[in-house]
């Protein structure tokens, strides 16, 4: 269960850019969080309403989930590997180096109200 | 200030910032480093007893334990005649912090190959990039053909994966084609090894595979 830890990055960052833009509420935070980071969304989630504080107390937290995004780096052939997550180029048979589905990053926040 | 800002910041970058910096420091140490990741109980302690005295004619060695509680692990690697510094921590993982901080109980004489036996978790130490040049997943065959399809993370980041137990097959259930098959699918480019920790089975393979990625790493 590291989505706590990855919890209280995210709020860190946040609490970060308002303390940076003069320390105005935080509504929401937009995560992409990919479908191979290794991270649950509902528990992400979890951790994220229990640990809001401070200007981030109210803050909602979005999160876009990235599906797995592959290419063949030998034959060009871009394809969206399913459930089975066969990473090999269907077309050459060589490795697939993974584009996207892998990230876990804030993407952007929203703030509200003035600050002091 | 109000309004949508973009950020487009990684959530784990401090790690990463740390993990870079240890990556250079070990670099100029001359170190190997290996991250070695498994569920609980996959045998990795057990693996470490039966590996480093197989390098230790070649290299001088030390083993960084992660754990939950006890100092059990590192007094099963001191009894092997190698030095060992537990971590203890309540994390599910390593981080780039804890090892930077534990790597410095070495440095009165910094050994060639650091082995970094991580807490016992099949997901989150995936996510924590420690500075090692080596990342290998240890996985025992009675934990299930389908578990790397489950948890691909940890099996496609790795340079190697080790499967043990190899001893258990007749008794598992378990299908060794079939577990090698979901190991190349998710991670077409990582060395794979069967083997018996308990046994000896297999172990020269992986060993003659580590000291060359040990090499590597040390740019000898
Ligand atoms: N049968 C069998 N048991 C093993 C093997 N390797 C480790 N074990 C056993 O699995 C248990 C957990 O091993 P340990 O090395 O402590 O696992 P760790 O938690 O990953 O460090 C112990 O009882 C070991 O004796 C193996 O290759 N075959
Ligand atoms: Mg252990
Ligand atoms: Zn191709």
Redo the contacts between chains.
Sequence with gaps: MHEAGIAAEILEIAQAQSALLGGARVAEVTVRVGDMSGVAPEALEFAFEALREGEASGAVLVIKRIAVLARCETCGTDSRPGADLVLWCAVCGKPLKVLEGEELMVESIELEGDAE | ??????????????NDEYAAGNRRWFAELGMAVINIMSAPGAGKTTLLEKTLPMLAGRYSCAVIEGDLQTDLDAERIRKVGVRAHQINTT???LDARMVGGAVETFLESPPDVLIIENIGNL??P??YDLGESVKVTLFSVVEGADKP?K????F?MSDCVVLNKADLLPYSGVELDELLSNV??????AAVFTVSARTGEGLAGWVEWLAARVEKARGR
């Design positions: 200030m109000s309004g949508r800002v973009a950020v487009e910041t990684p959530v784990l970058k401090k994390c599910c993982h997901v989150c995936a996510s399809k948890y691909p993370k940890m496609r190349r699918d998710v991670s077409p480019e």
